[in-house]
């Protein structure tokens, strides 16, 4: 609940991370992947689930934050883009049933609570058709038990026991904090 009420708050002005640019990391995807069905976890405003729309993906956005999913529907509108946005908990995605050829999660999921982490993972699972890409940006947390959100060693080995990896970027934000970029698909697939 402090979770949501924070978020919340933050979108009373303009959260660090709503730049209102796609990443090149995603527009680098879109490139190389046909359009087909994406879900967009964290979505915030819209930005990159809309930069998905223009390129011809059917996409769907959830957040948590009502005044961003307002935000959200209000810019597709205006871009005459046709996404459909819910305000959800990313952990209980119950009334979402497509399989979808993307899940792109930037900086949601290492703000999720290990417990939260399990049901979000296996509601990605579900939901990622056989071919699909999670494509997941998050920061990293070397040291378990640090009060900065992030990603640690046990996260990683947790979605890896649910999803294979094929991709993992290293980088440094411009905080100068540890992030990754990973790519994962269906286990079994390649």
Known sequence: ??????????????????TGVSPPELLDFIQNH??????????GTGTNAI????H?????GVDFVSTAIHAARCKAHQAGLQVEFFTGDVTRLDYINFPYDLILDIGCLHTLSPGQQVDYLLDVQRLLSPKGTYLLYAFINPSPGSKMPGLTLTDLQNIES?????L???G??????QSAWLAYSKLGDS
């Open 1 to 18: 609940m402090l979770r949501k009420i924070r978020f919340t708050l933050l979108y009373f002005g303009k959260p660090r991370w709503d």
């Open 34 to 43: 046909p359009p087909g069905r994406a879900l967009d976890l964290g979505c």
């Open 51 to 54: 930069t998905l729309a223009r």
């Open 56 to 60: 011809g993906w059917q996409v769907t």
């Open 162 to 166: 649910v999803i294979q990896p094929i």
């Open 168 to 170: 993992r970027k290293d």
């Open 172 to 177: 440094i934000d411009h905080n100068q904090r």
